[in-house]
């Protein structure tokens, strides 16, 4: 009797093998985050969902908050929960205004989600009716192309000036025509250009570029850094570029930039 109990002892205080997470050192946020990405790329949605949930409610300060949101919309979307979704990018957006390059894609998906559901919802009818106007251009596209498929005539400002846009012209007169309307010419745009002018310092000679209006968006590639970060004190809002210049005279600087290395000017022809 007694040695049965000796030898049942040991059982008693055998430590329990630590999980993967622990070995690694892994903080319990972390893992919440692995947890959903592991189930995103399994493509189990809805189970993904509930990971991110879980992390922002036990953590919803955390370094993560912000791409758990994002993701926790993507993976509504991605399960098809489209109002659900919706509700979740804007609660990112509204969060967290300062991730540039995610708020861009949030409000693309977000546009997709209320097309899917604007036939049903009033409420995704009225946020492609809001997004109209918003300050990026390929939100506003994305919106009006979604409203034309229900022919509303909200849309047909922002498709007749996505006409002018390169890369949604196509699209914008296709829509333009299922409603019934025809696509207005370029118009303005036709023999206008934007010119850029660089000169280095110490050099005597300057780098004219000309600029097609549909290319607007290159002129930042032409700017340093430090020119960048002044075009942004002085309220240059480069998404726009081709906005202001269709609005603009010939002849007109739109804006010129100085760093150590040289100057820029940008001027509509």
């Known amino acids: 009797m007694r040695l049965g109990l000796l030898m049942a002892v040991p059982a008693l205080v055998v430590p329990v093998a630590p999980g993967p997470a622990a070995l690694l050192g892994e903080q319990p946020v972390d893992s919440f985050f692995r947890q959903g990405r592991d189930l995103r790329y399994a493509q189990r949605w809805y189970e993904a969902s509930q990971a991110y949930r879980n992390l922002l409610r036990e953590f919803p300060n955390s370094s993560r908050a912000a791409d758990a949101r994002y993701w926790l919309a993507s993976s509504l979307e991605q399960d098809q929960r489209w109002d659900e979704a919706a509700e979740a990018y804007t609660e990112f957006l509204a969060k967290h205004p300062d991730q540039r390059l995610l708020g861009k894609e949030a409000r693309l998906n977000r546009v997709r989600c209320w097309g899917i559901r604007q036939w049903d919802s009033p409420a ?115 998404e726009r570029l081709m906005d202001q210049a269709l609005n603009a005279p010939k002849g007109t600087e739109l804006f010129s930039l100085d760093d150590t290395k040289s100057n820029v000017t940008v001027t509509v022809e």
């Not at 299922?178 to 010119?195: E, N, W, Y």
């Not at 000169?199 to 607007?216: C, D, F, N, S, Y």
């Open 124 to 238: 995704a009818a009225a946020g492609l009716a809001q997004a109209l106007s918003d300050e990026r251009e390929e939100v506003r596209l994305a919106a009006a192309l979604q409203l034309a498929k229900r022919r509303d005539a909200r849309a047909v400002p922002v498709l007749q000036a996505g006409l002018r846009v390169d890369v949604s012209s196509e699209a914008c007169r296709l829509a333009l025509q299922s409603m019934g309307i025809q696509p207005q010419s370029a118009g303005p745009t036709q023999g206008r250009f934007l010119v850029i002018r660089v000169k280095e310092r110490g050099k005597a000679e300057v780098l004219t570029v000309r600029l097609a209006l549909g290319l607007a968006r290159a002129v930042g590639g032409y700017l340093s850094d430090e020119q960048l970060r002044q075009a942004k004190t002085k309220g240059v809002d480069m």
